[in-house]
């Protein structure tokens, strides 16, 4: 039996675990939850609206190299070892495909380079992370939509303009 892919109703990134289901919405963490409750002002807006905000947001100039957008939010992962001391991390940024692929193949190439050098943590990670981040360069790629970090970010910055609007609006109201 297959398993149902689910889609986060916040950050828009599909999964296929069982979701957290709130509000009658699969979410896929709970800090998509919390961040679905903080802003109850993105409840009353319609999908299709949400989306083209997005999109729109990503329509800029890459802020990394000035080239043209459109943008998104490109995770790379890196890990260094060195005997029995590993140490793995995550790097989120902002920018234009070629940025990200750029981003993506250099962290590779340092875990190939420095991450396999701890036991037994660094032999095993090494792989891992070098195949996370060619899985993200072959996403960036097909051209995935946003998803993810750079989702989330737009949501809530027009969360906090449209709650800054209220405020005003209802200060203004004597």
């Known amino acids: 039996m297959a398993r149902q892919h689910h889609r ?9 675990e069982s979701p957290i289901i709130a509000d009658g919405l699969d979410f896929c963490s709970e800090a998509c939850i919390q961040r679905y409750d903080d802003h109850p002002c993105l409840r009353e807006l319609p999908s299709e609206f949400l989306e083209h905000k997005v999109a729109e947001a ?39 495909v070629r940025c990200g692929r750029r ?13 396999a050098w701890g036991f037994p943590i660094g032999v095993i990670g090494a792989p891992i992370q070098c195949v996370r981040n060619i899985r993200m360069i072959r996403s960036l790629s097909a051209g995935d939509p946003f998803k993810g970090e750079f989702r989330r970010t737009v949501l809530d910055d027009l969360a906090h303009r449209l709650e800054e609007e209220d405020s005003k609006a209802s200060a203004a109201t004597p």
């Open 8 to 16: 986060c109703a916040y950050c828009g990134m599909g999964f296929r």
């Open 58 to 96: 990503s329509q800029v100039p890459c802020p990394k190299c000035g080239g043209p957008g459109p943008i998104n939010a490109v995770s790379s992962h890196r890990v260094f070892s060195f005997f029995f001391i590993t140490y793995f991390a995550t790097n989120t940024e902002i920018g234009c």
């Open 103 to 115: 981003q993506c193949a250099v962290d590779a190439a340092l875990c190939l380079l420095l991450g």
